[in-house]
């Protein structure tokens, strides 16, 4: 089949989410002899860079401004997909809905991401979240299928909407890095610190995790990456509290990250919205025990294998550090059965299988 990928900042991934769903699902769609394209913005991928890993890229041009980057970008790939003989075209993120028609008109299958309930993130004013309830409602009639990361989401467009979705949700692969047991480069020891992984969005609750941990009884570091490109002020009142013990290293990506995770003592995930997470999955594959915010997205990823804190409760979540902190064993427990979670439920293998079947089927 020949598929389109949009609606995404690009590949190689470099900065979230979406980006890790493009390079992963379309990589593997090109192993199984699919020939994928998928559409960059020109202020994150080069232009200069035309295929990666067998994966065909176009890079063209967008508004770099928080409520336009992405809609318009979408937009202007959507009237290129039409001088292209796509079968299908993969749009992600819900807010995109509005133009999702255009490519049927030429006989071209159209698929929506709708990605998690993107209208409850603070960093939206009354407009955005205006603009993300209205497509909640397109998408349930202008694509020809739409796809839910959660059962979570599937459950919501069936309640809200009577509108049946396919549920697929993100992959996290069984990670191992062979190394000396340091990450040099960031001067970090194995298991001497907690990692936080996230954009750092209100949301993603960075600011709790932090006032949590600085009373800690405890030598470990907390480590933060990611970053928020329309985060600044945000970012900079977080970076306001000192305590040595905590480092912002921003957003990285690649063997770095993978160090980074593999060597961490365990992860702390503490989102309000969204569906599946992708860094959640990330730990789990790497064997990682993860202290997680109870909100039924979060729950119904991690099953029995993570331990979960009140949403929002700094107190639990501040309990429930120092637990893990004194108890390695627990650590390790937690850890393992994270991996067979993965390994059972959630690789990208799997994830491809099933986006094969759902391309197949319309």
């Known amino acids: 089949m020949k598929i389109a990928i949009l609606g ?32 960059c913005r020109s202020h994150y991928i080069s232009s200069r860079l035309k295929e990666y890993k067998g994966v065909r890229l176009i890079v063209l041009p967008t508004i770099k401004h928080k ?10 790939s959507i009237f290129h997909c039409l001088f292209h003989d796509y079968q299908i075209v993969l749009i992600c993120n819900g807010v995109n809905a509005l133009c999702s028609f255009i490519p049927r008109l030429r006989g071209q299958k159209v698929i929506i991401n709708v990605d998690g309930l993107e209208r409850q993130r603070k960093k939206w004013n009354r407009l955005g979240k205006l603009v993300y309830m ?27 909407y009577n509108k049946a979705s396919t549920y697929i949700a993100y992959g996290g692969d069984l990670g191992e890095v062979v190394r000396d047991g340091k990450v040099n480069k960031y001067k970090l020891e194995k298991n001497r610190y907690i990692l936080f992984v996230g954009r750092l969005e209100p949301e993603n609750n960075a600011h709790l995790v932090q006032k949590a941990f600085i009373n800690l009884k405890t030598d470990l570091k907390l480590v933060f990456l990611g970053d928020a490109p329309y985060g600044k002020k945000y970012i900079d009142k977080l970076k306001e509290i000192q305590d040595n013990r905590i480092l912002f290293l921003g957003a990285i990506y690649g063997e770095d990250y993978r160090q980074l995770l593999d060597d961490c003592y365990f992860s702390v995930r503490a989102s309000e919205v969204g569906g599946t997470h992708p860094a959640l999955l990330e730990a789990m594959g790497y064997g990682k025990c993860v202290l997680v915010s109870d909100n039924p997205q979060n729950r119904e990823t991690a099953g029995s294998a993570c331990m979960l804190f009140r949403l929002k ?24 059965k994270a991996k067979e979670r993965i390994a059972k439920y959630y690789t990208w293998d799997k994830v491809t299988d099933a986006y094969e079947r759902l391309f197949k089927n319309v």
Do not use: C, M
């Open 313 to 336: 409760d700094k107190n639990d979540l501040k309990t429930k550090l120092q637990y893990l902190i004194d108890n390695p064993s627990i650590v390790k427990e937690y850890g393992e």
């Open 67 to 76: 409520y336009l980057d992405t809609v318009v970008h979408t937009f202007i």
């Open 134 to 160: 209205i497509s909640e409602w397109l998408v349930t009639f202008l694509p020809d299928a739409i796809v839910s990361d959660s059962l979570f989401i599937q459950k919501y467009y069936r309640d809200r």
């Open 8 to 39: 995404t900042r690009g590949i190689p991934s470099n900065y979230g989410g979406f980006e890790t769903f493009a390079e992963q699902l379309a990589v593997r769609l090109v192993d199984r002899g699919h020939q994928v394209t998928v559409y």
